[in-house]
């Protein structure tokens, strides 16, 4: 089965209150998700909007395009860079901990990216940038650990 998943990330502040949307459609399925947190970036938006979408899929093994306006996601897999990340162990490179739990859902499937201009009429990447922002304007917002931690330690 084919999938495409749509995302977008977003963050007032950057860093400050930050969201992700997604849309996933197979065939006749469509699927939406969203989440928001106090304090985050967009990069950390963008890439966490494609983890959440891959580890939502029900079972392993399928055919994904991720179709993203983020060059920081989609050029980080497409030109191999993650790889070498990976291969130094993070070493300098910032979210680390969102990128080990990328390659660990990646894997599981055959992904590949394509990137779209942002904020360019596409109708599901305004679709997902909407859901992003209102992710996180909502009241009551989730605690991006992996970013307030990292930042804690720069203080």
């Not at 029900?58 to 497409?78: F, H, I, M, N, W």
């Amino acid at each position: 089965m084919k999938v495409t998943i749509h995302t977008d990330g977003a963050a007032s502040g950057n860093p400050g209150p930050g969201g992700f949307g997604a849309v996933l459609e197979a065939g006749k399925y469509r699927k939406e998700l969203w989440g928001g947190f106090r304090l985050t970036t967009n990069n950390r938006m963008e890439l966490l909007a494609v983890i959440v979408a891959l580890e939502s899929l029900k079972r392993p093994g399928l055919q994904v395009t991720v179709v993203s306006d983020s060059k920081y996601v989609v050029d980080a897999v497409e030109k191999g860079w993650l790889l070498g990340w990976e291969k130094k162990g993070f070493a300098k490179i910032k979210n680390p901990d969102l990128w080990r739990r990328f390659l660990k859902v990646f894997r599981q499937h055959d992904v590949n990216f394509r990137w779209i201009k942002g904020h360019n009429g596409h109708p599901l990447n305004e679709l997902c940038d909407e859901l992003a922002v209102a992710a996180s304007k909502q009241s009551v917002l989730e605690v991006d650990e992996g970013y307030e931690k990292s930042a804690e330690t720069l203080l």
